[in-house]
């Protein structure tokens, strides 16, 4: 993609007799946002106001995707398990006590659709797309909103012969670490 952008712009500066420009980009979410994706699993299931059932999940949207948050970005959410059960509408709610950690499918409806579980059942949610700037506000592995700590990065590849192989990228921040971000060590 960046050899097509870079040749475009030196045919127009030739076409055109300009000399050619120094180029600057920042090309983030384009190039690696369909690196990754956030899963959790939803610990429990309430009703408020007799009607809205709220999903709550093993973490916070304001924590592990600050930019459903402070952007209203949206990503490709799906159930990873349960597909042959019924779906119904739920609204998801993260650990934190912040009234902001909830997630809409769009900017004007809270409308998302998941499988009807029940209590003992486990439900999986993926995130998808999700791979820049994520973990920018605390740092890698760092205490984020609410004291919650960043997800666990894990690298999934395909080895030539086919075998799926995963590892972990970091250990987690530790608290001194955090403390010398902070500037207190």
């Not at 960046?2 to 600057?24: D, G, M, S, T």
């Not at 946002?33 to 899963?39: H, K, L, N, R, T």
Request: net charge negative.
């Amino acid at each position: 993609m960046a050899n097509q952008i870079v040749e475009y712009i030196l045919w127009i500066c030739r076409k055109n007799h300009v000399p050619e420009p120094n180029i600057f980009t920042e090309f983030g979410s384009y190039t690696v946002g369909e690196s990754g994706a956030v899963i959790y699993s939803v610990i429990d299931q309430k009703l408020q106001n007799d009607k809205e059932l709220w999903y709550m999940i093993d973490g916070s949207f304001i924590t592990h995707l600050p930019d459903v948050w402070g952007m209203n970005q949206k990503y490709i959410m799906l159930a990873i398990n349960n597909w042959d059960q019924p779906h119904h509408k739920v609204n998801l709610g993260g650990l934190t006590c912040d009234a902001m950690d909830y997630y809409n499918s769009e900017m004007h409806s809270s409308e998302v659709f998941l499988p009807i579980i029940e209590p003992e059942q486990t439900q999986y949610i993926g995130f998808f797309h999700t791979g820049a700037y994520q973990e920018s506000l605390g740092g890698y592995g760092g205490i984020q909103h609410c004291l919650i700590p960043a997800p666990k990065h894990v690298i999934i590849d395909r080895k030539p012969d086919g075998e799926i192989t995963t590892r972990l990228f970091a250990e987690e921040q530790s608290s001194e670490s955090m403390l010398q971000i902070l500037g207190y060590v």
